[in-house]
């Protein structure tokens, strides 16, 4: 897989290459195909790290159009999202946020886990996701007009979100809808191996105590292991570090602070590679 050169734009990144590799697994590409020909804003749900950032990135590369990806936290406000003036040569210069940009360009705009966004940064959204399919900036009293080749695609998760915040009703409900889950075994096996460089048998390995961690769930971890920790620890092992190191420091780490819990995954992987 080549390397992804981003570029900043205020808070984010743009996707300016090719060769992402993703495998699918139901039929979220030609769900997302037919929602970009149709103008409908799309809802990505499922946990950390099953692939929800690479699908976005794999339908920008299929539909050929831009992607702006912004990550979404909670001092991220509609001025991040819509723009601001700023100070140029002494001149104030109206900029473009990320949002505003993408619908002037008619590109893909991902707002990654937007639950975490303040609530006028969320609001500001939906004037483009119904039959307006607009913004208004009010600093420069300008509406801005999406193309039919922008799109709108937001994510969350909701078991994190559960405990945290939530989406409303009426923002969730301006949307289609597609929940992600971790691969199933022989799919996620062909993940680690495309991704990480390991041979199918470490592969195997790794996705054997991905599969185990998830199931213990008497440690009550407030995220399981995804399929990006399982990928990291096959480059790990691929670039020469013992696999039973490679996983406590890319698996047990990440997951918990907490000595029982770390103690039980690290005991399951002394016994499982």
């Avoid at 499922?46 to 979404?72: D, H, N």
């Avoid at 959204?125 to 039919?148: C, M, N, P, Q």
Wanted: aromatic share 4%.
């Amino acid at each position: 897989m080549q390397t992804l050169e981003k570029q900043p734009v205020n808070n984010a990144a743009v996707i300016a290459d090719e060769g992402v590799f993703y495998l699918p697994t139901g039929k979220e590409v030609e769900l997302c195909t037919h929602a970009h020909q149709s103008n409908i804003p799309l809802m990505l749900k499922g946990p950390t790290g099953c692939g929800k950032t690479r699908f976005v990135e794999y339908m920008a590369q299929q539909l050929e159009r831009e992607l702006i990806t912004v990550s979404c936290n909670e001092d991220t406000s509609a001025t991040d999202l819509l723009g601001r003036h700023l100070l140029q040569g002494g001149d104030t210069v109206w900029t473009d946020g990320p949002v505003t940009r993408a619908v002037r360009e008619g590109a893909i705009l991902y707002l990654d886990e937007i639950a975490e966004a303040r609530a006028d940064a969320i609001v500001v959204i939906h004037s483009l996701t119904d039959h307006r399919r607009e913004i208004f900036l009010d600093r420069t009293g300008e509406t801005v007009k999406a193309t039919d080749d922008f799109m709108l695609i937001i994510s969350y998760n909701p078991g994190y979100q559960r405990s945290l915040r939530e989406l409303k009703p009426s923002t969730r409900q301006r949307f289609a809808s597609i929940s992600f889950d971790y691969p199933k075994a022989d799919d996620e096996i062909k993940i680690v191996t495309t991704e990480s460089g390991v041979d199918g048998a470490t592969a195997k390995k790794l996705v054997n105590i991905g599969t185990k961690i998830r199931q213990l769930t008497e440690l009550s971890l407030m995220e399981s292991v995804s399929t990006r920790l399982l990928i990291a620890a096959g480059k790990l092992i691929a670039s020469g570090i013992p696999p039973r190191l490679a996983c406590v420091s890319a698996i047990a780490g990440p997951l918990s602070d907490e000595e029982e819990a770390t103690e039980a995954i690290t005991n399951l992987i002394e016994i499982s590679i």
